[in-house]
């Protein structure tokens, strides 16, 4: 598997954009958990929030590696 300079930085790209878009996510769904009581306990608001974290940065990484390597041909 080769990995290339411009999919690589377009994956840090994305990463850096899925972590800024995952902090309003969070504040978005932590304020959603707590109104409607869906939040049963602080753990269960803390693996919503892991996952919306992970999800929003592994997505966002794996787009920018692509449209890096694409833009790189």
Known sequence: MDLSLAGLLGAMVGSLLGAT??????????SWLHERQVAQSEENAA???????????????????????????
């Open 21 to 30: 878009n995952a902090v309003a996510i969070i504040g978005y769904a932590n």
């Open 47 to 73: 693996l919503v929030r892991r996952g919306i974290l992970a999800g929003s940065i592994a997505g966002c990484a794996a787009i920018g590696y692509w449209f890096g390597t694409t833009l790189a041909r």
